[in-house]
């Protein structure tokens, strides 16, 4: 081989030779031929595809000397020339060291000369994101109107970097990453005309390895063949350049296929211990993945989409079919999410070694037969079996959250109150539990259904049975209800309406209210009838009524307003104070006046009135002390951190 880098030695000197980027060329031999040249063109793409090379070309296309021509003959002295780099009409600029603006105003003076012995001076400006703020400014002038027979040919990497009145005065061309077919037929080439024998699968890989550039992938073909070998092999090649080859895949995914942790860390230790190059290892990885799902779902139709050559497609297919659909979907993303984090580690190995073993031990660390299942749950009927799955113990289609654990350094886990619902999942006790409840079911498997009256919906989080009033408190020895086995009682009728109070319309209501959140009229079906509770013992209080009535109501406003319950003069009176208007016109419209009323009556009693007002606007906000004492106290925080297995990270005033 000669000592001249392959991309030297072998770089296009025709439109015809550069590999890849043809629209650009038919565009750039066209406007050549024709005569008809931009005062300024931007070539933009990544690395080694073509944009220095095509500039070369053109320039040269303009100045031969048989142009107009829309190939460059390459023995003329103007070919020649400006191939060797020595033509004094055509200047190429490197703008990573001469971008000032200084730079800048001495092109504009050279702009002005007309050519000395060529008929078009081009200026070639690589890298040209590299010029500064002033530079650009200082040729937006020349770019839009450069003297006759002047033109620029800009070349950047990172266009996104130019002013938008630089790229609106250029021809912009955007050139693209090549095919792996047009590099593989590139390096073809190449190896031909140096005589050396070689292998389809070590050009693939290369090519593979080049990833879409021309330039990286003469440079790699460059320094696998300084091995000295007689012929260009795959095995020299994944030995020079630290890639794995194929039956390291193999050997991965019958690892992964059997949850075999050791194996894997072994497999992965082999492979780095000789060079592996993480980076591409990760990309083919992915590949791998994206590969075996579709063969896992199309079968060989998915042969062409894959691309896999002939002698290896049926084995791919035939380990297609040893993994589930959903591991192999679910490793093909986390290869895709994990590169960066990958590569970007203090300890890739390490961390390339955690990617590879959370792949393995997936199925045991997220069940892929539950991921379907990872939802909201769903809303039970009145047995509780949590809804139409058939299955008991409340677990209808939803996860059970995890029982709460030790605290967490940094947070803070509040203890459920007394007096809660039990968590999601849990079996509840207590007076009323018995009626069908989250985590346990209502009756036998072979229970009767329940009849269309009487599928009232439930909420989360589940709620409690309604009070009922002093008259119809149950004696002591009924009080444990239905569970017991008595009759639970009938339900008691409503109480006549109270002097200057609002009395509910109907009868039959009263407990209706804490079971559903609806009033009489805003259903469109009976309520589901509930069993008696005995009232509170001891003085009734607004942040008892509060806790008892507006549990699983849907009366929002309920629980941004205060209240106070007199019980003189009989039956009582319950005064509700909202600050804000809107919560305030909320509760005084009838259906929900007619539900808070009837929520009274149920927690202090027959016949009490309930009178809304508007009341005072505090002074202050909330000090962060009690701000604190009354975020991690409140019944609804403690139930969501104890179900959820939650901790409070941060308390803000709204």
Not at 488 to 497: D, E, G
Request: include cysteine; charged fraction near 20%; glycine fraction near 10%.
């Amino acid at each position: 081989m000669s000592t001249i880098s392959l991309t030297a030695k072998y770089r296009p000197q025709r439109f015809a030779d550069v590999a890849g980027q043809d629209a650009v060329k038919r565009i750039l031999s066209r406007a050549a031929a024709e005569d008809r040249i931009a005062p300024a063109y931007l070539f933009s793409g990544t690395r080694g595809v073509g944009k220095t090379t095509l500039a070369r070309v053109l320039a040269k296309a303009l100045n031969c000397e048989t142009a107009p021509t829309g190939e460059p003959c390459n023995v003329c002295s103007q070919c020649r020339q400006i191939t060797a780099g020595v033509s004094p009409d055509v200047i190429e600029i490197d703008a990573a060291t001469h971008g000032k603006v200084d730079d800048a105003r001495r092109l504009k003076e050279d702009v002005g000369y007309a050519p000395l012995n060529s008929r078009y001076k081009v200026f070639i400006i690589d890298e040209a994101h590299m010029l500064t703020t002033a530079a650009f400014n200082a040729l937006l002038k020349t770019l839009e109107e450069p003297p006759g027979r002047v033109t620029f040919i800009l070349a950047t990497t990172e266009p996104h970097k130019f002013p938008a009145t630089i790229i609106s005065r250029c021809q912009h061309y955007l050139f693209k990453r090549l095919a792996q077919s047009e590099l593989e037929a590139h390096l073809s080439s190449v190896l031909m005309r140096e005589a050396v024998p070689y292998e389809a699968k070590a050009v693939s890989l290369i090519a593979r390895r080049g990833a879409g550039s021309v330039r990286d992938s003469m440079s790699l073909l460059a320094q696998v063949l300084a091995l000295g070998g007689a012929e260009l092999t795959e095995a020299d090649a994944r030995g020079v350049l630290g890639l794995a080859g194929q039956e390291v895949f193999f050997g991965l995914i019958e690892a992964i296929r059997a949850e075999d942790g050791p194996a894997v860390v072994e497999l992965l230790r082999q492979v780095l211990d000789k060079g592996l190059d993480i980076g591409f290892f990760l990309r083919e990885l992915a590949s791998m993945w994206r590969n075996l799902f579709l063969l896992r779902q199309a079968g060989e139709r998915a042969l062409p989409v894959v691309d896999l050559p002939a002698e290896e497609a049926g084995e791919w297919l035939v380990w297609a079919g040893r993994i589930e659909a959903a591991h192999i979907h679910a490793c093909w993303q986390m290869t895709l999410e994990g590169q960066r984090r990958v590569q970007t580690s203090l300890e890739p190995a390490l961390a390339l070694e955690l990617l590879l073993l959370n792949m393995a031990y997936l199925p045991r660390l997220l069940p892929l037969q539950n991921l379907a299942s990872c939802a909201a749950p769903a809303a039970s009927g009145p047995g509780g079996s949590g809804g139409s799955s058939g299955r008991s113990g409340g677990q209808g289609g939803g996860l059970t959250p995890r029982q709460p654990q030790g605290g967490r350094p940094g947070g803070y886990r509040p203890q459920p109150l007394a007096d809660q619902v039990a968590p999601y999942g849990q079996p509840e006790t207590g007076p009323g539990r018995d009626q069908g409840g989250y985590g346990r079911p209502a009756a036998g498997l072979d229970a009767a259904p329940p009849t269309a009256q009487s599928a009232a919906p439930r909420s989360y989080p589940p709620q409690a049975a309604p009070p009922v009033s002093r008259s119809e408190a149950p004696t002591p020895h009924a009080a444990s209800g239905p569970g017991n086995g008595s009759t639970p009682p009938a339900q008691a009728p409503a109480a006549a309406p109270a002097a200057g109070g609002y009395a509910p319309s109907g009868s039959g209501q009263s407990a209706s209210f804490a079971a559903s959140g609806q009033g009489h009229g805003s259903s469109g079906h009976d309520d589901v009838p509930r069993p008696p509770q005995a009232a509170p013992a001891g003085p009734r209080t607004w942040d008892g009524f509060l806790r008892q009535a507006g549990r699983g109501s849907d009366m929002v406003a309920l629980k941004h307003a205060q209240g106070t319950f007199s019980p003189d003069p009989a039956p009582g009176e319950l005064v509700v104070s909202c600050t804000n208007a809107f919560h305030r016109g909320r509760l005084a419209h009838p259906d929900k006046l007619r539900q808070l009323t009837e929520a009274a009556e149920a927690y202090f009693g027959p016949g009490v009135t309930v009178r809304l007002t508007e009341g005072e606007a505090a002074n202050d906000r909330m000090s962060p002390h009690d701000l604190r004492d009354y975020v991690d106290n409140h019944p609804e925080v403690r139930q969501a951190v104890t179900a959820f297995d939650a901790e409070i990270i941060e308390r803000k005033p709204r």
